[in-house]
C-alpha cells in the first residue's frame, strides 16, 4: 500500500512541507539542496535558474524571497513575483507566509498590471478604467456579424483564441496577416489571414463602441503608460525593486515587454523556468525569451535545479527518455533530471482494442488500485483533449468510482461550500480559542453534513461529503503550519483561495487533459490516447515545431506521477473498428515491441535504456554471450572479461569530468556514469557522430559535452 498523503515522507524539495517561520535567514537555507542554496543566495540579478519538473524551484524561489528578506537585504513589500495562474501566486503567498515573510506581492501578470493600470489610469488618463469583459465570445461574434459572416460557436471560439494570439505578439489587425504567414500559423474558422485581420479590426471597433477592455488590454494599456509616461514608470520601479518571473518559458512577447518596463536599466531580476514544459506557444508562449536570457542581460548567473525529489527513477527514466529522442535543436538548455527518490515500479505501457476497451480496463486498474487502499485524489487519468473524457466518466462511473473533471465546477462555486464558507465565517466571530482549530472547524462543518465517517451512498450525497471533507483537511493543514491561528484566519485564507481558485485537495479519481494538469502531481497517473493523432495530434503532424510541442506535452504528462505512470493507445477508436491505429511514434525505443503480449496489468519496461539500439540482442563483443546488465551493454562487453581500453585515456576522461562537475556544482555522475566514460574510452570516437552512437549520451549532452569529450580524447 502507498503511503498516505499524510505520512508519506516529505521530500527536499518541500512541495509537501508546511514548516514553522524559521528565525533567522540561516534556518531558510538549512534544509535546500547545494543547487537550491544557490538560488536561495544569488540575491543580486541577473539569475536564472534552469528548473527540471519536481526540482523544487517553488521551494527554491520562495525560500531565496525569504532569505533575503530576512537577512535584511531585501523590504519584502519591494518584491513582486510573477507567476502565470492565481493558484500558483496565492501557494507562493502561502508558502511566504509560513516562511515568516508576508507582505510580498506575489501575482500573475495580468493581476499585477491590472492593480497598477486601476491606480494609475485616473492621472495618466483621466476617469475610471473602463469596465473589463471577461469573455470575448459575444463581442467576436458581433465583430462577424458586422462584416456580415456566418460563425458558428466553434469558429468564435477559435477566432477568439486568434485575437488573443495577436494582441499578446502585439499585432495590429494590418500587421497579422503577414506575420501569421511568417511564423507558419494558419488562419481560423476557415478564413484566410486577410479576412482574420478585418475580424481582429472589428472586434476592436466594437469594444470601443461598448467601452470596454479585455485582458490583453490590461497589458497594452500598462505597457502604453509605462512608456509614455517616465514619471509613472519611476514610482513602479521605485515600489518593486526586486522582480521574479516564475514559469519563464511561457512568457509571450507582450508580457517581456511589461517586464522590461518594470525592470528598466536594473539587473535585480531572476527568472525560473525549463524550456522542456514551454507547452503554451499557441497562446504565445516563447521559450527563446528563457533561453536567450544571458544574452539580454550579459553577466547572467545560471544555476540548474536537476535533481527530481517528485518522482521515482524509472519515471524520471522514461521522462528523460521522451527527451532524449528530440532532435537537437529542441533540447537546447534541457535539463536531464536526476531521480532522488527510492526505485518504484516499472512504467507499464497498454495496447487495447478500442477507446470503451481502453477505458474500461483504466477503471478497473483504478478500483483495484483504491481496494488496495489508495487515495482516490493521488490518481489521475490524463488525456490530449476534453472530448476523450466521456468513456472515461462512464466506465468510472460503472465501477463506482467517484472522479472530478477538471476544468468542470470550479471548488468554490458549489453550494455546499459556500454554505460551508458562510458558517464558518459566522462561528468566527465567537471563536473564544477553547477549542483547536480543526475541531471548531469540524463542530461548525457537521451542521452542514459533514461526518467522520463518508456516506455509503455515491453520486451527489458523496461528492457534497468529500467538499466538506476537503475544508476540514485544511484546516488540519492551517493548524500544522500556522498554529496561532485562529478561524479567522482561515476564513481569510478561504477568501483568498476562493479568489485564486486554488482549492483545497478533494476526494476523487482526478480526470484532466494534458494542458489543464501543468503545475499538478499524483501518486499514480494513467496517459490515455497515446495513439497517433491524438499524440501528436492530428493538426501538428506536418509542423516539425508543433509535433515537437506535442512531445513536451506528453513529458510534463509523464513527469505528474511520483510513483506509477501507465502510457495506454487504442488500435481502433470504436468496438469492431479497422485496427488502424499506431502508438504515439514519442513511445518508439521506449514501449517495448508489442505490448498487446503483455500479461493483464500492463507491460513493463525497466529502466531508462535498457532495450534502446536493439539492447535485447547485445552480446559481449570479446566473448559473445549476452549483455545482461546497463552497464555492459554500454560498455558492450561483460564484465568478466577484460577492459580494452587505454586507462591514461580513461583517468583523463575521469579527470574532466570531475572538473565539469565541481564547475557545475553537480554530482559527477550528472555529467557522464562511470559505464558511460568505459564506452567512450575504447569506443575512443574522433567524431560527433562515433560520441552520439554511445549509450548514455543522448542529443542534449552530445551538444553540451561532446566537444570538450573529443578535445581530452585527441590529447597526445
Not at 470575448?136 to 456579424?145: G, H, I, T
Not at 497562446?283 to 525569451?289: E, L, T, V, Y
Not at 464558518?424 to 462543518?445: E, F
Request: neutral net charge; glycine residues 8%; charged residues 25%.
Amino acid at each position: 500500500m502507498s503511503p498516505t498523503a499524510a505520512t508519506r515522507p516529505v521530500p527536499a524539495d518541500g512541495s509537501h512541507e508546511r514548516p514553522l517561520p524559521p528565525r533567522d535567514a540561516d534556518a531558510v537555507l538549512a534544509a535546500l539542496d547545494p543547487e537550491q542554496r544557490e538560488v536561495a543566495t544569488s540575491l543580486s540579478g541577473p539569475v536564472r535558474v534552469l528548473a527540471g519538473a519536481g526540482t523544487g524551484k517553488t521551494r527554491a524561489l520562495t525560500h531565496r524571497i525569504a532569505h533575503g528578506a530576512l537577512a535584511g537585504a531585501w523590504q519584502p513589500t519591494q518584491v513582486l513575483a510573477v507567476t502565470f495562474t492565481a493558484r500558483a501566486a496565492a501557494e507562493m503567498r502561502t508558502r511566504l507566509r509560513d516562511l515568516g515573510v508576508p507582505g510580498v506581492q506575489a501575482r500573475t501578470f495580468h493581476a499585477a498590471a491590472l492593480r497598477q493600470l486601476q491606480y494609475f489610469w485616473p492621472q495618466a488618463v483621466g476617469g475610471g478604467l473602463p469596465p473589463l469583459v471577461e469573455h470575448k465570445a459575444q463581442l467576436v461574434a458581433q465583430a462577424a456579424s458586422r462584416l456580415r459572416m456566418r460563425v458558428d460557436r466553434a469558429a468564435v471560439r477559435d477566432l477568439s483564441a486568434e485575437v488573443e494570439w495577436a494582441k499578446v505578439g502585439m499585432l495590429t489587425p494590418d500587421a497579422y496577416p503577414e506575420a501569421a504567414r511568417r511564423r507558419g500559423r494558419d488562419a481560423p474558422a476557415g478564413l484566410d489571414h486577410l479576412a482574420t485581420a478585418r475580424v481582429l479590426r472589428a472586434y476592436e471597433e466594437v469594444k470601443t463602441d461598448r467601452g470596454v477592455v479585455d485582458f490583453e488590454d490590461v497589458l497594452l494599456l500598462t505597457v502604453g503608460i509605462l512608456e509614455e509616461r517616465e514619471d509613472v514608470a519611476r514610482t513602479v520601479r521605485s515600489q518593486y525593486r526586486h522582480l521574479v518571473v516564475d514559469e519563464y518559458q511561457d512568457v509571450s512577447g507582450l508580457q517581456q515587454r511589461l517586464l522590461e518596463l518594470w525592470l528598466g536599466d536594473r539587473q535585480d531580476l531572476c527568472v525560473v523556468g525549463d524550456a522542456s514544459q514551454t507547452i503554451y506557444s499557441f497562446a504565445g508562449a516563447d521559450p527563446r525569451h528563457l533561453l536567450e536570457f544571458d544574452r539580454r542581460h550579459p553577466g547572467t548567473h545560471t544555476v540548474r535545479l536537476v535533481r527530481d525529489y517528485r518522482s521515482t527513477p524509472q519515471v524520471v527514466g522514461l521522462a528523460n527518455g521522451l527527451l532524449d529522442r528530440a532532435p537537437r535543436a529542441a533540447t537546447r538548455a534541457r535539463v536531464e533530471l536526476v531521480a532522488q527518490r527510492p526505485a518504484g515500479p516499472a512504467p507499464e505501457f497498454w495496447e487495447n482494442a478500442d477507446d470503451d476497451a481502453e477505458a474500461a480496463r483504466v477503471a478497473a486498474w483504478v478500483a483495484g488500485r483504491l481496494a488496495e487502499g489508495h487515495p482516490a485524489r493521488e490518481i489521475a487519468v490524463l488525456y490530449r483533449t476534453n472530448s476523450q473524457s466521456e468513456p472515461l466518466e462512464q466506465a468510472l462511473s460503472a465501477q463506482g468510482v467517484g472522479y472530478l473533471l477538471r476544468g468542470g465546477e470550479r471548488f468554490f462555486a458549489r453550494k455546499e461550500v459556500r454554505d460551508a464558507v458562510l458558517l464558518l465565517r459566522g462561528a468566527a466571530r465567537a471563536d473564544d480559542g477553547s477549542q483547536t482549530l480543526g475541531a471548531l472547524v469540524r463542530d461548525v462543518l457537521s451542521g452542514a453534513g459533514w461526518a467522520e465517517a463518508p456516506p455509503a451512498a455515491s453520486g451527489a450525497v458523496r461528492e457534497r461529503w468529500e467538499s466538506l471533507a476537503a475544508l476540514v483537511a485544511l484546516a488540519d493543514d492551517v493548524a500544522a503550519a500556522r498554529p496561532q491561528d485562529r478561524l479567522p484566519q482561515l476564513v481569510a485564507e478561504l477568501d483568498e483561495r476562493a479568489a485564486a481558485q486554488h482549492a483545497p485537495a478533494v476526494e476523487g479519481v482526478t480526470l484532466a487533459s494534458l494542458h489543464a494538469a501543468k503545475g499538478l502531481e499524483w501518486d499514480a497517473v494513467v496517459l490515455v490516447g497515446l495513439s497517433e493523432g491524438l499524440m501528436p495530434i492530428s493538426f501538428a503532424q506536418d509542423d516539425a515545431d508543433a509535433v515537437e510541442e506535442e512531445r513536451r506535452l506528453l513529458y510534463v504528462g509523464v513527469t505528474r506521477a511520483r510513483e506509477r505512470v501507465v502510457c495506454s493507445w487504442t488500435l481502433s477508436r470504436t468496438p469492431g473498428g479497422r485496427a488502424s491505429r499506431k502508438p504515439s511514434r514519442f513511445l518508439d525505443g521506449l514501449r517495448p515491441s508489442s505490448a498487446a503480449d503483455a500479461p493483464a496489468g500492463g507491460v513493463a519496461r525497466g529502466e531508462r535504456g535498457s532495450r534502446r539500439r536493439g539492447a535485447s540482442l547485445s552480446r559481449c563483443r570479446t566473448c559473445g554471450e549476452p549483455l545482461t546488465t546497463a552497464a555492459a551493454r554500454k560498455t558492450g562487453r561483460c564484465e568478466d572479461c577484460p577492459a580494452t581500453y587505454d586507462e591514461a585515456v580513461f583517468e583523463a576522461l575521469r579527470e574532466w569530468r570531475s572538473r565539469t562537475a565541481a564547475e557545475a556544482k553537480v554530482p559527477a555522475y550528472v555529467v557522464f556514469t562511470d559505464a558511460t566514460l568505459v564506452a567512450v574510452a575504447e569506443t575512443n570516437p574522433r567524431e560527433l557522430a562515433g560520441l552520439a552512437a554511445i549509450a548514455g549520451i543522448g542529443p542534449a549532452k552530445l551538444e553540451r559535452y561532446g566537444e570538450q569529450v573529443l578535445a581530452v580524447l585527441s590529447r597526445p
